[in-house]
């Protein structure tokens, strides 16, 4: 299907998430949508799915003009889209949750079940994507749950295919079978919209590049441009995709795991056995795809977990099953892996977040009564020093971009004294100019000389950051290697192809 | 990424906007929507009204009788209602021009400052708690129990009022953590629900408060009743205008005083109540910024329940200077009251003052109300429900008035998958 979009124009009041967009995606292309968090992909793909109406513009497929009520239409157009967030019932079956609001029937309206899974196993056999009808979603791993939304898109005769972030989720073992099915589909004659921001994918599956940044298509390119160029055009501005890393003398033990076994909510073994050894100057980043342990770790080292065996020394002095207040007031600078959760108080100032851990600390409490003067200082002084764009240091904590609030914990937490800094998924979810300030801000740590250990489901970040680099698979770690080693190395031990340990 | 349409997406109604930007607002609209709810509660239980309105077909001027009729019984409670808790124009005028009848004229005003007096204490606990999310629904038991512990050390002790008075106090606040800490420390350790044990609780101390005042240590000597012994008058809260004067407001109005300005400084400016609003805000945020939540639940518990308990030795020590088996029972439960005056002041010292005397008002008007024109009590209840109602749903305002927004509701229900 031809998919063209004419001007389309999206206001949020005095906000343009789209401004006067145009493009084409052909029959059977792989139509790349490149931009920041922020920029406006994600409206304009509501708008083509017909879940946001355009304020101006048209939409075209194949030459006739269509305006969507809902996306009901536009699913009867042809129109499929795979969420990032993946939208299946989890103790369904892949072939119920397929046939979920469209199902096949018998007579007397009984469900025709025979129907919907040979259609299933046609479609699954027909673009490689080996998928049983019969397994129950829940039990799957994410990159086949993946399919199952493919297929739920391609079962409604979907012959434009919007995918949103897909590879978010996924090993790169899975990614680069997503990419395979991705160009079989297209081979059949699908035009697929791929919506990233990881330059990489983009270069690996496009066949056409378009840049969109704050709501403007900057420029459309072929997948020939290069990653550094390809960044420009996203930010703006030319940013640097590596962290440059000076050699630093390795000093004595910063944070240290011996056998740690820690539990998860379910009672079962979530870390199992760890040892890893963090020194100063060094930055240990814990590869692994989520979910296998590296939550568990991060919380039992933070204070939040029970340990069960083992012991975590924090410069030299054991914090095993210490509270999170005894382990901050050691030295741990800790950034956590869900920032609304655990990092921020969204509806607090600025302010009160960047003491949210300190608050009885001098100078900003004195017998018992907080000095606001000391904690606006404080707040105005790190605004300033880390870059965090905000209204006033009296707006919310909710008021700021994600990449901001991101830059709020890692202040809070580097303008502490540290004997060594954790942080978990530092930069998920943020652009790439703020990546590359978090990533300056987490090298000049360990140039100091603290111990710093990066836990990343993010390869690149990984890479890029690693002195070391452990992998984590099921609760063990399944090798220790140095940075240079190959990002396929490193993805079969993520899918714990590792030695013993 | 798909989140980027909710944050942008939704234009919050006027309706919500006036819920977080102007809470003052707000609440004076659900005051106004009330009185207009109890104006038709009354037309459609008033005999008299609901007759003038069965004959309007039966003659030409029929409707503006009917009419005539509605407006002057409606206008008559409410004339009631006011006169009888805030003051009244005509005897205002005239102790104003005689010089005479200044106790009629202020007895209203006084009546409703001594019932918001202990109200406001009970409730600014109740508030604290709520801002930490804890929910302290045991307030009336720990309030009885600061009126046992009032009564017992007004009564049995004998020193200057120096001591005496601040010492009581003191009992009471102590009567009130004590019956807190039960619950904070099963919530604390054991996990127990709050909700559970501080409701159950207030069984356990009236039940108690009936075993106290029939204990030879606490009855009134030569009394088979359950009522205790009368605190000395150095354990009392005198009234403020001299006992000559016949008005009942006594020095209770400075200790509630220093309680709001304690309670804001406590939420705004120490470092307790940081963490109290850390806690209540972001309970995992807290946990992870070393907020120990075990301390938090303990601590939360003292300040509300001692609270409680200092409202009710106030209330004791500034009107019976007894207690007996019925204190804070029933419709004088004001542990409940504060409940919903703390919801309506939106947990904040300032909001719950005025909450605490428009629920004040609202009851000693109702009251002259009933004794002046035969409409029942309830009707103060029934404005003082439906206040509450509106003020702590606007989302239910926004639904009655037609101000959701179809299309973000949509967006926001398609860009939520089960792993968000």
New interface residues.
Partial sequence: MRVELREITKR??S?T?NDSISLTVEPGQIHCLLGE??A????LM?VVFG???PDHGEILLDGEPVRFA??GEAVRRGIGMV????????VFSVAENVVLGFEPTKSLNRLDHDKARREIRELSERYGLDVDPDAVVETLPVGIQQRVEILKALSHDARLLIL??PT?VLTPQEIDALMGIMRSLAAAGTSILF?T?KLKEVRAVADVITVIRQGRVIDSVSPETSEPDLAALMVGRSVSLTVAKDAVEVGGSSLELRDVVVRDDRGLVAVDHVSLSVREGEIVALAGVQGNGQTELAEAI?G?RHVESGQIVLGGRDITNR???????EGLG?V?EDRH????????SIS?NLV??T??RAPF?RR???Q?SAVADNARDLVQRFDIRTTGIDASASSLSGGNQQKVIVARELSRPLVAFMASQPTR?LDVGSIEYVHRQIVAERNAGRGVLIISSELDEVLALGDRIAVMYAGRITGVVDSSTSREDIGLLMAGAGREH | MSTESITTAPRASWWRRLYTQSPTLLAGLAIALGIVVGAFVIIFTSPVVLRSWRHIFSSGGAILSALKITVDNVGAAYRAMFTGSVISPTLLWHSLTTGHGWTTTLTPLSETLTYATPLLIASIGVGIAFQTGIFNIGANGQAQMGGIGGAAVGSMIHVPMVIHLPLTLLAGILGGVLVGLVPGLLKAYTGAHEVIVTLMFNYVVAAFLIFSVLSTALQQPGQSNDISRTIDASAQLPPLFGVASGLRVSYGIFVAAAVIVFAWWFLERSSLGFEFRVTGQNPQAARASGISPRFIIIAVFCVSGGLAGLAGTVQMQSTTHYIDGGFLIGNAGIGFTAITVALLGRNKPVGIMWGALLFAALGVGGRAMQAATGIPLDLATIIQSFVVLLVATPVMITEIFRLRNVETQRIQLATQGWGS
Avoid: C, Y
Wanted: charge should be negative; avoid cysteine.
């Fill in positions: 949020f009041g906000f998430a968090n922020g406006g992909k994600s409206t509501n879940l946001l109406h809902n996306s969420h990032q967030h993946f939208m299946l019932v989890p949103d972030e978010a919506i921001h933070a939040m509270s999170p207040r005894e382990i901050l007031d800790h956590p959760r655990d990092g921020l108080v969204l509806s607090m009160d949210l851990n608050p009885r409490a018992g009564t907080r606001l979810g």
